[in-house]
């Protein structure tokens, strides 16, 4: 069915009897029911729109729209925008009348008419991408001599008798509201005063009355009208109704299922010994179930016809017969559920068509009578006590999915006699619309990248979606594909992924493979990892505030059900537990959430899924929805790792046995795509968590080789310092100080002129930024590291302590303070009140305790600087400073443990005996 049939932008001539339709438009003067408008009145208003002037008159079974704009040429845009006048009509139905197009320039009027212009017809077809054909005729009249500073105006009209009807008509007119400003703006609707026309208001239209003119009843409303109230965008679809006048020869529900009932009767319409017989037949053969059989028949109409919306010869409301559309192999939603309807009548199967609206069902409520307050048809079947929705339009339906109800409030059903607009009851489905299948293998170790394994099926119109995926074979492609579904799903980076479509189930699989790096939260000897479950993120929070808001209840969406099922193989600790909510099974928030965790050794399990269907929460309920939905919320669960291994606990024997399974998965990726550079960059990532640093700076040069990027150079220039060749690192950081040049780049260049025996110049090139602010102090602090290295430490001290009358207390100056005690021996002295007050200010972090445990250790307070080191290596265990200084106290005590220490702290920083060296530091042999 065509979008909103009630009144269509047209109108016509039937002022003294029914204009004969064509495909030529009429030329006329206005109607004389149409009162002129004051012209000069509206043009000193001052408004860009001048006039917006419209006439409804429903008589003798035609909708006559008179439509009068005058429009101020304000700008070239607006110039480009009226260039070209279109008029568009329905010739299966009524005419177009032209009656004026004028410029008006400096109090003078030109007839554009008059002066020869005319219109081209074209035949448009306006929502053929849509598959959508409605017979509409334009009429494209270009506006010839148009300038800046003219008003045009054009008033035409349009005449509609639809054949569906039977005299009978249907009108509305949206109402445009304030902040509009018109120079003059009228809605006028009117018919015989004997004529039984109901007609109604809707949507804060405001209370109009109706009153009786030269025989004719009328109701006329000035324009613009007051602004709405603006409502919340999670209310119910009737509170979201524009402000529309509506009228029609309709006083009930009833009546529209009436008249539409007789074109929708299917006696009569199947050839015994015709193709649509034989498919019912076999359809009979294959089961004797009146459920099973009905979803055979809808599959039948979904996946053998195709859509295509005909509104030609009068098709907006009037149906293709089954025999025709099963020849044609195309129909609309009306062709369609007229196949289906004569399908399941042959196979026994109680069955009727129902109207429904796509776009708001919920607005049927409120509206007046009307075959246009719908825009679309389905068929409505009783199988064993169990009403089902079927929609011939849609996709991939099979005998569980055909258990969910469509996301309808309202449906009107036509049946002889007719029928009053019928609630659409709702009920949990049986089948999920997606179930999302997850391996997660952080086996490797809580800082160690880890793989996942996904599986997402998919039923319905979901699973229909796959089918075209399914037939692609470009490897690329289907990653895309895959990226762009799972993004909200499972983050990470895709390395593989495939599709399948089952016709016979209507089921549509995604598999995939990826990898993920950070998967656990760190603190202390603790590592945690939240799982991602139906409640996680999920709000429940309508915004009921304003005084106009709080008796308006929330409309909960779907229908949609989504099940989970996830399995964590996890890496070896002390222990593993699951906190949180374990089991969940109920309704909160009008959502049905549940889920069910199980742990065994080092295997977690979740089921988790949630389902919604199209309700209210009354105003008074939501208050205590959201109460809920907070507690549901502080349960979700998280895996918690006690005293977990940590990578630098791994020799690299260990570790390359751990990081072994990503090799194929690397290899997998990098065929991917031979030209995107991100491939490469993301495997020499891998290898540096390998500690591979030959191979990451492999495919770092692969990645260069693609595409010059200054991150990727930064990325090698550190992998070079890992493996000891500081002239080629070097070289690296200047080609990402080239193209970048900001402070990250600068850093990372005079770290290594730092390395070339060049702190001089590493020092006047951090003195070049210039920089401002927090850049400034990370400026001071980095220059201070270096200072020693060219021995301008007290230099460094005294830039210290200026920065620090600017901003006194700064921890992270006083910190920089400390850590030049400590390493270049400067102002011990002075250094125990700048450590300790970094300390204070710095909340005891693990860094700062560090800075001040090398402090303790030069001013030969051993114990000191041990309890610091301890409990940094408490507060974060992976700080190789802290390790390596402690390892070196170790072995000074004679305690052998120290080279444990030592070895963990070079697995972190490779570089770390030349850096301590610098400062005149090294372990005891």
Known sequence: MHKSIAVLPLIAIAWSAPAIAGEEPLYADAPEWVEPVDTDAAIAAGHEVVIFDRHYRLEDGVVSQYTDIAYEMRSSQTLQRFGTLQFGWLPDKGDLIIHRVHIIRDGEVVDVIAGGAQPEILRRERRLEAQSLDGALTAA????????????????????????????????????????????????????????????????????????????????????????????????????VGPTLQAGTFASWEDVSRLMAPHFATEGTIDPNGPVAAEIARIAAATDDKTQQAALALQVVQDEINYLMNGLDGGNYLPQMPEETWELRYGDCKAKSMLLLAMLRELDIEAVAVLVDTNNSDAAAVFQPLPGAFNHMIVR???????????????????????????????????????????????????????????????????????????????????????????????????????????????????????????????????????????????????????????????????????????????????????????????EGESIAVNGTHDLDGVTAGTRFNRSITVEGRRVHMEDGYSYIPTEIAAGDIAEGRAQMRQLASGDPQIVITDPVRSWELDDAELARRMASFEQPIDTMLTIDRDNAGYPLMAGVLWMYARDHERALDFFDRSLEIEDNPQTHLLRANVLTQLGRYHDALAAAEIAHDQQGNLESASALAQMLVEMDRADDALDLLDSLGLSGQDANNVVTLWADISGHAGRQEEAWARLSEALMDRPGDGQLLNAQCWLAGTWETNLDAAGEVCDEAVSALNYSASVLDSRALMHYRAGNVDAAMADLDAALRKEPGIAASMYLRGLIKLEQGDRSGAQDLEQARRIAPTIDRQYGHWGLAPTS
Not at 479 to 484: D, E, F, P
Request: aromatic residues 10%; hydrophobic residues 40%; without cysteine.
């Open 141 to 240: 009249l270009p506006v010839p001599g148009l300038q800046v500073g003219d008003i045009l105006r054009y008033s035409f009209s349009t005449t509609l008798s639809d054949q569906a009807l039977q005299n009978a008509m249907q009108a509305q007119a949206q109402l445009t509201p304030e902040p509009a400003q018109l120079g003059f703006g009228r809605v006028v609707f009117s018919w015989p005063e004997d004529a039984d026309i109901h007609w109604r208001a809707v949507g804060q239209a405001g209370e109009h009355q109706e009153v009786t003119r030269g025989g004719y009843d009328m109701v006329e409303i000035a324009l613009p009208i007051a602004e709405p109230e603006e409502m919340p965008t999670d209310a119910p679809g009737r509170y979201a």
């Open 381 to 571: 079947a009783e199988i064993d006590g169990t009403t089902y929705y079927m929609d011939g339009t849609s996709a991939g339906t099979r005998v569980d999915t055909m258990y969910e109800v469509p996301d309808y409030i309202y449906a009107l059903p036509l049946v002889e006699g007719g029928a009053d607009l019928a609630r659409v009851e709702q009920r949990w489905p049986i089948a999920p619309d997606q179930i999302v299948r997850v391996t997660y293998d952080m086996s490797g170790g809580v800082d160690l990248p880890s793989l996942y394994d996904i599986e997402v099926e998919t039923r319905g119109v979901y699973a229909a979606q796959f089918r075209a995926q399914a037939a692609e074979t470009n490897p690329q492609a289907i990653i895309g594909n895959a990226h762009t579904y799972l993004t909200n799903i499972v983050d990470g980076i895709l390395v593989d992924a495939e599709y399948h479509y089952d016709e016979a189930t209507g089921v549509g699989t995604l598999r995939a493979r990826g990898l993920q790096l950070d998967r656990f939260a760190l603190d202390r000897d603790t590592a945690t990892h939240a799982l991602a479950t139906a409640t996680t993120n999920w709000e429940f929070a309508p915004d009921r505030a304003r005084r106009a808001w709080r008796d308006i209840p929330y409309a909960v969406g779907g229908p949609l059900t989504i099940a989970y099922e996830s399995t964590y193989l996890l890496p």
